[in-house]
């Protein structure tokens, strides 16, 4: 063993130290080191014992505090708990009914889903809904693009606007709006 090892076990080391001097030196030591070993587990034992003393103390008490309870209280608490689960229920309902609203409309089923639970929530869900209409004309757009097919295209501004246009939804609000400020009487025909 080197000095340094020596030394970090909290030995002195002198120099001509004989090995019956080292031998002793380690032994005082890995007694003194078993004595606070000893004393650490005893401390261990002592501490679990109390910890599971109050656990049982605990436990003991909470048993004791439901048996006090009154058969109105014990009612009252079970009457509490549906009501609690009555209300997630309820909630849970009126979210997939709105979701499913949604979905009819067009709506993602990721979107349909914040809106609904935003609603229920009372949170202000107008920017989703706007992200919505957005997505919804951009489809438009690139199914018309697709299709070959632009509406108020050619000579006649208002020549391709017709009912079954507008019943296949292939108009945008901004269009639909510019053509009820521009011509009515279109507007009106064809929405009939």
Same mark, same amino acid.
């Given at each position: 063993?080197?000095?340094?090892? @020596?030394?970090?076990?909290?030995?002195? =080391?002198?120099?001509?130290?004989?090995?019956?001097?080292?031998?002793?030196? =380690?032994?005082?030591?890995?007694?003194?080191?078993?004595?606070?070993?000893?004393?650490?587990?005893?401390?261990?034992?002592?501490?679990?014992?109390?910890?599971?003393?109050?656990?049982?103390?605990?436990?003991?008490?909470?048993?004791?505090?439901? #048996?006090?309870?009154?058969?109105?209280?014990? +009612?009252?608490?079970?009457?509490?708990?549906?009501?609690?689960? @009555?209300?997630?229920?309820?909630? #849970?309902?009126?979210?997939?009914?709105? &979701?499913?609203?949604?979905?009819?409309? $067009?709506?993602?089923?990721?979107?349909?889903?914040? &809106?609904?639970? $935003?609603?229920? #929530?009372?949170?202000?869900?107008?920017?989703?809904?706007?992200? =919505?209409?957005?997505?919804?004309?951009?489809?438009?757009?690139?199914?018309?693009?697709?299709?070959?097919? @632009?509406?108020?295209?050619?000579?006649?501004?208002?020549?391709? =606007?017709?009912?079954? $246009?507008?019943?296949?939804?292939?108009?945008?609000?901004?269009?639909?709006?510019?053509?009820?400020?521009?011509?009515?009487?279109?507007?009106?025909? @064809?929405? +009939?």
């Amino acid at each position: 063993m080197t000095k340094e090892q @020596i030394e970090k076990l909290g030995l002195t =080391f002198t120099e001509g130290m004989t090995d019956d001097q080292v031998f002793e030196a =380690f032994s005082k030591l890995k007694g003194e080191l078993t004595a606070e070993k000893s004393k650490f587990e005893s401390e261990a034992k002592t501490n679990k014992g109390l910890v599971d003393k109050y656990s049982s103390e605990i436990s003991a008490l909470k048993k004791e505090k439901q #048996d006090r309870m009154t058969d109105e209280e014990k +009612k009252a608490q079970e009457h509490q708990q549906l009501l609690d689960e @009555i209300a997630s229920l309820k909630k #849970d309902k009126t979210v997939s009914e709105k &979701v499913a609203k949604y979905l009819k409309l $067009g709506y993602s089923e990721e979107v349909a889903k914040k &809106v609904a639970e $935003g609603e229920i #929530d009372g949170v202000d869900v107008s920017d989703l809904h706007a992200q =919505f209409l957005k997505e919804h004309d951009e489809q438009l757009k690139k199914k018309l693009m697709k299709e070959n097919h @632009i509406p108020n295209g050619g000579g006649d501004p208002n020549k391709s =606007f017709t009912k079954e $246009g507008f019943r296949k939804g292939e108009y945008t609000y901004e269009q639909l709006d510019k053509l009820s400020r521009e011509n009515p009487a279109l507007f009106d025909e @064809i929405t +009939k």
